[in-house]
């Protein structure tokens, strides 16, 4: 059957539609970032470690009291004391480049003058910045913890404890190295250097620790 002039207008003009339809349409392969897949080059599945070293800690307050606060009398600060840290984690590798979960961290020294303890919980996140810009440090991370923490400190002797409950935060940096794959997990181990905080009303804790992370990744096949 013929079209008549108009018809056949139509008609071209509707399959010029469908044909700059189709080319305008895009595939996964073709851009869509968030259909494709994520891949796991370096760092994947569940991340569990603990990280330890040596601190250097320092530690002021009053005793958790509302009428011993700002008083003189019981306000107790340390010199720098040497001690030690730890932290475990257990996080989720989202890509390569940022793993994310909660972490659980111990603090102590214990000195013939001071005793000063930290422990604080809350949700870690690392990320790896150079994964694609600079391959040779792609496993040079940094990270920082938030979350709640709890200090005490005390002098050796006849003397009231200052301590308190509120808010500790953590940043550092670390760099990991390969060391085992097994099965498709593989373990890594590195230096890192960590500064933390609990702050509360009343009483402040600060250290500075330095020392060796362990991880181990369920999953992440090394590119190299």
Avoid: C
Wanted: hydrophobic letters at 45%; zero cysteines.
């Amino acid at each position: 059957m013929k079209l008549g002039p108009l018809a056949a207008a139509a008609s071209s003009l509707f399959v010029a539609s469908v044909a700059s339809a189709d080319a305008l349409t895009v595939t996964p392969e073709a851009g869509d970032v968030a259909a494709l897949p994520v891949v796991h080059e370096r760092r994947g599945g569940l991340v569990v470690g603990a990280a330890g070293g040596l601190g250097l800690i320092g530690a002021s307050g009053y005793p958790n009291n509302a009428k011993f606060y700002n008083d003189r009398d019981y306000y107790s600060e340390t010199p720098l004391l040497v001690g030690w840290s730890t932290s475990f984690f257990a996080m989720l590798a989202l890509t390569d480049w940022v793993s994310v979960g909660p972490s659980f961290t111990i603090s102590e020294a214990d000195t013939a003058q001071w005793k000063s303890t930290a422990l604080a919980g809350g949700l870690r996140a690392e990320f790896f910045p150079l994964v694609h810009a600079v391959p040779r440090l792609a496993d040079l991370a940094i990270y920082g913890q938030v979350g709640v923490g709890a200090v005490a400190l005390r002098a050796h002797g006849p003397y009231p404890t200052s301590d308190g409950v509120q808010s500790f935060v953590g940043v550092g940096v670390h760099h990991e190295w390969r060391f085992v794959d097994f099965l498709g997990a593989h373990a890594s181990v590195g230096p890192y250097l960590e500064y933390d905080a609990v702050r509360s009303e009343p009483s402040d804790r600060n250290w500075l620790s330095l020392g060796l992370r362990v991880a181990l990744y369920t999953s992440g096949n090394k590119s190299d």
